[in-house]
């Protein structure tokens, strides 16, 4: 190693973004810019690793991808395929050594000294019980994420000629991106949890987490990669293949909070689907009330169709400070809320002596949501009505995104009589279940464990009690373990 939208509003960490190249001469330029717009879905460490066909090269470290790589990094990286990783641990300390793609050699693919790298989005549910089960048979593991479980897994002589196999039996999450010296494989469980869509460019072929990171790279929109979808791409083309029928679990959080607005998911553009939310709220949360202002940015897109439907003004109550970075890459709890003060500010002028409707997101763990709501409250604001645009989390994801511990969630510990007090608000509203996947094309298609509390896959016990792989889950316990490698942007 040479060395580390949606806008959110809440101290959530998602899991991580990936893009690959294959078959441009600027393949690493590419994948860096497409790293560039898919930074939100992780800050804590970004990476490429890249072939010309004989070797694999890599650089990665911790930090934004505008920290990590130098003109000279992306110069020795050149090379005609590559693929890149932004990160946020959601299994695995935030420290250098998981930072992606990870990148190991074995037998694979008939030769003897094959490099595989491998970038992956996603959380295995199973995770404790197969490291533990591939160490007792002699593997050695140099990090602490999950997705070293599957590099593991491709040295194995069994799964070199059927890599479908492999994936077909692998629980959890995954939308990964490996290269290997001669070609570049993207798979998706599935379930379909993780965004991956595929592009084309003039000679080739471009991978994303998200969309928005097509248009970066200048390429055209084909699809999404199905879901038990496993895709080759190298000199002779592109084949694709299913290993396994598909049962779509799309993480509907991926649209109404993580997801770029500019981005598509599941079919659908991510503004147009929150405006949607919105309109929904404002039907079955109406408010008496002055204004509408959302808490940007992740509340804009909601907010206008709150407005739209309830014929109240939509204005602009709240500023962001655009230089603070995102509250959740935050590991500690005290630097989080601080962080929140500094990033918005409410505009007096705006709201003094109004009736205010509050638009936002999601309220996951509140703990920066209340210190929000109180800036509203000093700047004058005569009534605070809160609407979010999904229902209560009152259930751990364990496929890839960080509340994966009940009693963080304001939701599962306090009533809904409770939080207003709680929030020093004058009413919360939230959007029901039923309201959200109205707003879908094909509601059985989508997880919504977090708000329903049925997981479409299983989660292992041992998982459930070690929800983050055996990594710290609180922000006290974060700290004592990440030690020098916290991140306090
Ligand atoms: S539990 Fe919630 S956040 Fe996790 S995958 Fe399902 S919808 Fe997404």
Redesign the pocket.
């Known amino acids: 190693m040479t060395q580390p939208c949606s806008e959110q509003s809440e101290p959530i960490k998602h899991g991580c973004g990936i893009m690959g190249v294959y078959g441009c001469p600027d393949a690493v330029d590419k994948v860096y810019y497409g790293l560039y717009a898919l930074q939100h879905r992780g800050e804590e460490s970004a990476g490429i690793a890249s072939t010309n066909g004989k070797v694999i090269q890599w650089h990665k470290g911790m930090g934004l991808v505008s920290q990590v790589f130098t003109p000279e990094d992306l110069k020795r990286l050149r090379n005609h395929a590559a693929i890149g990783h932004v990160r946020y641990s959601t299994v695995g300390l935030s420290h250098p050594l998981n930072a992606q793609p990870l990148v190991g050699e074995c037998s694979f693919g008939g030769s003897p000294a094959a490099q595989i790298a491998i970038a992956h989005n996603g959380q295995l549910t199973e995770a404790v019980s197969q490291k533990r089960l591939l160490e007792s048979q002699g593997s050695l593991f140099q990090t602490t994420c999950d997705t070293e479980i599957i590099l593991h897994l491709m040295a194995r002589s069994e799964f070199h000629t059927d890599l479908g196999k492999l994936f077909k039996n692998l629980k959890g ?1 995954f939308s990964l991106l490996i290269l290997t010296q001669k070609e570049m494989i993207a798979v998706r469980d599935p379930g379909g ?1 993780r965004p991956l869509c595929l592009g084309k460019l003039e000679g080739g072929y471009v991978l994303a987490s998200e969309s928005c990171a097509l248009d970066q790279a200048g390429a055209e929109y084909v699809r999404e990669v199905a879901p038990g979808e496993i895709i080759y791409i190298n000199k002779d083309g592109m084949r694709a293949e299913r290993f396994a029928p598909e049962r779509p ?1 799309y ?4 649209l109404i909070y993580f997801s770029r607005p500019d981005s598509r998911f599941a079919g659908q553009n991510v503004h147009l689907f929150r405006k949607a939310l919105g309109i929904k709220l404002a039907e079955e949360q109406p408010a008496r009330a002055d204004i509408v202002i959302p808490v940007p940015e992740g509340g804009n897109s909601a907010a206008m169709g709150y407005s739209q439907a309830s014929g109240i003004p939509l204005d602009r109550g709240f500023i962001r400070n655009h230089y603070v970075g995102r509250t959740f890459i935050l590991p500690r709890a005290d630097s989080r809320s601080r962080k929140a003060e500094i990033k918005l500010n409410a505009i007096p002028e705006v709201v003094r002596g109004k009736r205010v409707v509050v638009v936002d997101d999601s309220i996951v763990r509140g703990t920066t949501s209340k210190s929000r709501f109180s800036l509203l409250r000093k700047a004058g604001a005569k009534e605070i009505h809160v609407r979010i645009s999904c229902p209560p989390h009152r ?1 751990p ?5 960080d509340f994966q511990i009940k009693e963080e969630l304001i939701a599962a510990t306090r009533s809904l009589k409770e939080m207003p007090g709680f929030l020093d608000v004058d009413s919360l509203g939230y959007l029901s279940i039923e309201g959200m996947l109205s707003c879908t094309p094909s509601p059985k298609d ?6 329903a509390g049925k997981y479409p896959i299983p989660v292992g016990e041992e998982e459930k009690k070690t929800p983050s792989g055996g990594s710290p889950t609180t922000p006290e316990e974060r700290e004592e373990r990440v030690g020098e490698h916290t991140i306090v942007v």
């Open positions: 999450s949890f679990s993480c509907i959080f991926e259930y994801c364990y496929y890839g995104i989508y997880c919504i464990a977090c708000f």
